[in-house]
T-cell receptor, first 115, second 114 residues
Framework: GAVVSQHPSWVICKSGTSVKIECRSL??????MFWYRQFPKQSLMLMAT?????????EQGVEKDKFLINHASLTLSTLTVTSAHPEDSSFYIC???????????FGSGTRLTVV | TQLLEQSPQFLSIQEGENLTVYCNSS?????LQWYRQEPGEGPVLLVT?????EVKKLKRLTFQFGDARKDSSLHITAAQPGDTGLYLC??????????????FGKGTKLSVKP
């Protein structure tokens, strides 16, 4: 089946630095990739939608200058957390839709800890 | 704004017991998806229900989509410790010219004790 590979699985960084998270669709082309954020014991909150070859669409309240999204090819979408702060510590997950009846394929998530 | 109310939020039961998780909304969905998520992992799709009144079975798990396509339930029979995890329902709405909109319930954290 469809696989979305997400890296890194976990990362610890210092405040003020930037972190890049990659999501690759391994056996299919993903024209769209969704990026979610999940706090402990909570559900997934959609942050933004990336579209290959065009600007990402951000949800209300998400700073586009802080969470940079690039979807440069049909198999790669990246999320860069810029000038990270401890409050950015969270679990970030990407997903690619497989069509209305086939659900979404999720990456394995990235645990970001900013110290 | 579409909302999907999922209940209960937490459920702790003994091995062998049955349980039901509910997802309710005032909105109509094109489909309803159920995911299971392990700690530190991304959600994994369990099933998609599309037709009002549809029932799908996956071993000991039974999924039902309401007749009006506004609600869904997940029933687990004879729960086992391996069923422990976070169960998420997600409602999908088709949107013209785009990939559609998927909204998640808050999840049900299930713990099955041996």
């Amino acid at each position: 089946g469809a696989v979305v590979s997400q890296h890194p699985s976990w990362v610890i960084c210092k405040s003020g630095t930037s972190v890049k998270i990659e999501c690759r669709s391994l056996d299919f082309q993903a024209t769209t990739m969704f990026w979610y954020r999940q706090f402990p014991k909570q559900s997934l909150m959609l942050m933004a939608t990336s579209n290959e070859g065009s600007k990402a669409t951000y949800e209300q309240g998400v700073e586009k200058d802080k969470f940079l999204i690039n979807h440069a090819s049909l198999t790669l979408s990246t999320l860069t957390v810029t000038s990270a702060h401890p409050e950015d510590s969270s679990f970030y997950i990407c997903s690619a839709p497989q069509g209305a009846n086939y659900g979404y394929t999720f990456g394995s998530g990235t645990r970001l800890t900013v110290v | 704004t579409q909302l999907l109310e999922q209940s209960p939020q937490f459920l702790s039961i003994q091995e062998g017991e049955n349980l039901t998780v509910y997802c309710n909304s005032s909105s109509v969905f094109s489909s309803l998806q159920w995911y299971r998520q392990e700690p530190g992992e991304g959600p994994v799709l369990l099933v998609t229900v599309v037709t009002g009144g549809e029932v799908k079975k996956l071993k000991r798990l039974t999924f039902q989509f309401g007749d009006a396509r506004k609600d869904s339930s997940l029933h687990i029979t004879a729960a086992q410790p391996g069923d422990t995890g976070l169960y998420l329902c997600a409602g999908y709405t088709e949107m013209a010219g785009s990939q559609g909109n998927l909204i998640f319930g808050k999840g049900t954290k299930l713990s099955v004790k041996p």
